[in-house]
């Protein structure tokens, strides 16, 4: 019940539930234990499942001339949808990665039709969530347009302090757009320039 708790209490920040809506989904979700290592996706597949972190971190990643980049990091309380692959059915262009041990709510559209069918909310609560994760990929893509390597690093700092240290520095790296010794740089230069700010 602990997993399922969780799931509804990020839901009850989005609409108010019943006691009944929230026994309706306790009793829907399932959940799934990944190692760290394990692939969700891989390039060419169709995605047929969606997933909500209870614990851990889920890398998405292009193989691009044999280098991996990183796009994107889901920890806690996100939702790791393949949404191009899942909604319409195409093969994925990217991969999904476990890069700790994760503890996932697995969905998929048999799942998501059951809740419907039990309580039409949930399809405004599907439909909210889904505008959610639109807002926060397109807020994603602009930065990388319109932001220089350090501001995008300094972004993380202060929305995910947490990942930081939980991320291996070339993925951060990748993930910013810059090579690791770049990266490094970075946070000396920001490390120097909060010395000096203390002293």
């Known amino acids: 019940m602990a997993n399922a708790q969780k799931l509804i209490d990020y839901f009850r920040k989005i609409m108010s539930l019943t006691a009944y809506e929230a026994q309706v989904i306790a009793d829907s979700i399932r959940t799934r234990t990944y190692q760290k290592g394990d692939l969700l996706l891989k390039e060419g597949q169709i995605a047929t499942e969606c997933y909500f972190v209870l614990k851990g971190c889920v890398r998405q ?9 990183t796009s994107n ?16 059915g195409l093969p994925a262009d990217h991969y999904l990665e476990c890069i700790e041990d994760t503890i996932l709510v697995v969905g998929n559209e048999e799942r998501e039709e059951e809740m419907y069918r039990a ?24 930065r990388y347009v319109t932001d220089t390597p350090e501001q995008r690093y300094l972004h993380l700092l202060d929305n995910n302090p947490a990942l930081v240290q939980r991320v291996p520095l070339y993925q951060l790296a990748s993930y910013i757009g810059v090579k690791p010794e770049s990266l490094s740089r970075i946070r000396k230069r920001i490390a120097d320039r909060n010395k000096i700010k203390r002293a």
């Open 73 to 88: 990091f889901f920890t806690e309380e996100q939702w790791v949808v393949s949404l191009h692959s899942f909604s319409q």
């Open 61 to 69: 990643y292009y193989m691009i001339d044999g280098e991996e980049k």
């Open 119 to 142: 309580n039409s909310k949930f399809e405004t609560i599907s439909r909210m969530v889904l505008e959610k994760i639109m807002s926060e990929q397109q807020a994603l893509q602009a």
